[in-house]
């Protein structure tokens, strides 16, 4: 049980920290890929970040099965 606290502290400081980092930074380049669907209007604008999505999925997948197979 000690492992899973450990990994739910670890997560929340990594999710405070990149929190920090976009409010000092709000227009982050490396945020918006190329293939991310931004459909803007007179008042209205749509963010889909699709490629990001699966970008970050690729890497937290191989993240975890690095850490998982230790």
Do not use: C, E, Q, W
Request: proline residues 6%; hydrophobic residues 65%; positive net charge.
């Amino acid at each position: 049980m000690h492992g899973v606290a450990r990994f739910l502290i670890l997560t929340g400081v990594v999710f405070v920290i990149l929190g920090v980092l976009l409010m000092l930074f709000p227009k982050i380049p490396a945020l918006r890929m190329p293939g991310d669907i931004v459909i803007k209007r007179d008042n209205f604008v749509l963010y889909f970040p699709i490629v990001s999505s699966i970008v970050l999925s690729i890497i937290i997948t191989i993240v975890l099965n690095i850490i998982i197979r230790r």
